[in-house]
């Protein structure tokens, strides 16, 4: 864009150089003019070719870009973000991406936001079923590795399909076959996300490439196979809830032993203190008297005389 404009504004300056000089030369004769503008032709023609030769030395580099310089085919390295001199017809650059970049592959790809959207991937469980698979991926190139991938896979969109893509479509299929569909169903299916990711990461590695995040996004099985999985967590979430009550009963039950067996204790100890100290009992008995009751100490063979009256709690006159 920026050699566009460069050579449009001096062809425009030229345009108008010619215009002047016709002015000029208009009462002279024709073969002087035609001269003068053919000289003035010859220089207009330098002067653009030199500005559109400036205009492909000079290469501007983006942001969240790197450049890597091809010279005759041959790689040479790599441009940071600004403003580089480059030799003109001779230096090729070619651009890559240093920001994270996502694939994803789901059921509509159509309406995915992903840099690099994809169809969903099939597979086996290790039971037979078949699923569908939906992963999204984020992913960026290493520090210091476009001069290799551009020496190795090509351009963006080349080592995207030979290693994003295949990488992640290839291990999508091989780790489901380690799962059974119901482990898949269930919380295992963290478990086959981490197996992925980490199957995939290392060979993204030894491609110059960083995988920053991984997600298995939805699992889905036939509408068939997807019912009988329903009935069979229904199931078995019922099952849960009655060892639930049954451990509770058997709780309380034994509960009431440890009660029971308490109270049993209590009362052998009771009975083995009152064995061995009987006089327990007419303690216990003074104790409970009624408040209003008077009582005292007499000698030994002296007979009580009692009121009969205060004692039956009689009426007074």
């Known amino acids: 864009m920026l050699s566009i404009i460069i050579v449009f504004l001096f062809g425009a ?40 030769l400036l205009s492909q030395a000079l290469v501007i580099i983006d942001a969240g870009t790197v450049g890597v310089i091809k010279r005759l085919g041959a790689v040479k390295g790599e441009m940071a973000p600004g403003l580089h001199l480059i030799i003109p017809l ?14 994803e592959a789901s059921e509509i ?16 469980t290790s039971d037979g079923q078949q699923i569908r698979v939906g992963i999204t991926a984020r992913f960026m190139i290493a520090p210091g590795k476009a001069a290799w991938i551009v020496q190795n896979l090509g351009t963006e969109e080349e080592y995207v399909e030979k290693v994003v893509k295949t990488e992640i479509r290839g291990s ?36 110059g490439l960083i995988l920053d995040e991984l997600v298995l996004r939805n699992i889905s099985f036939t509408t068939e196979y997807a019912k009988t999985l329903e009935e069979k967590q229904i199931a078995l979430e019922n099952i849960s809830t009655e ?75």
């Open 13 to 52: 300056v030229f345009m108008a150089m010619v215009l002047m000089q016709r002015d000029r030369t208009a009462a002279g004769n024709v073969r002087a003019l035609f001269q003068g503008k053919g000289k003035l032709i010859r220089l207009g023609l330098i002067a653009l070719a030199a500005l559109f």
């Open 109 to 124: 790809p159509g309406e995915s936001k992903a840099d690099y959207p994809d169809i969903i991937i099939t597979a086996l």
């Open 172 to 207: 999508g299929r091989r780790v489901p076959t380690k799962f059974a569909a119901y482990d898949l169903y269930t919380k295992r299916s963290y478990e086959a996300q981490q197996a992925i990711f980490d199957e995939i990461a290392p060979k993204f590695t030894a491609n």
């Open 90 to 103: 001779v230096d090729k650059v070619v651009i890559l991406p240093t920001v994270k970049k996502t694939y």
């Open 243 to 317: 060892k639930n009550k049954l451990e509770q009963e058997k709780i309380r039950k034994e509960q009431k032993i440890v009660a029971a067996e308490g109270d049993a204790k209590s009362i052998e100890i009771r009975q083995l203190a009152l064995t061995k100290n009987p006089t327990i009992i007419q303690w216990e008995f003074v104790q409970k008297l009624a408040p209003n009751i008077s009582w005292g100490v007499l000698p030994q063979n002296v007979v009580p005389m009692l009121n009969l009256q205060n004692m039956t709690g009689a009426a007074k006159p």
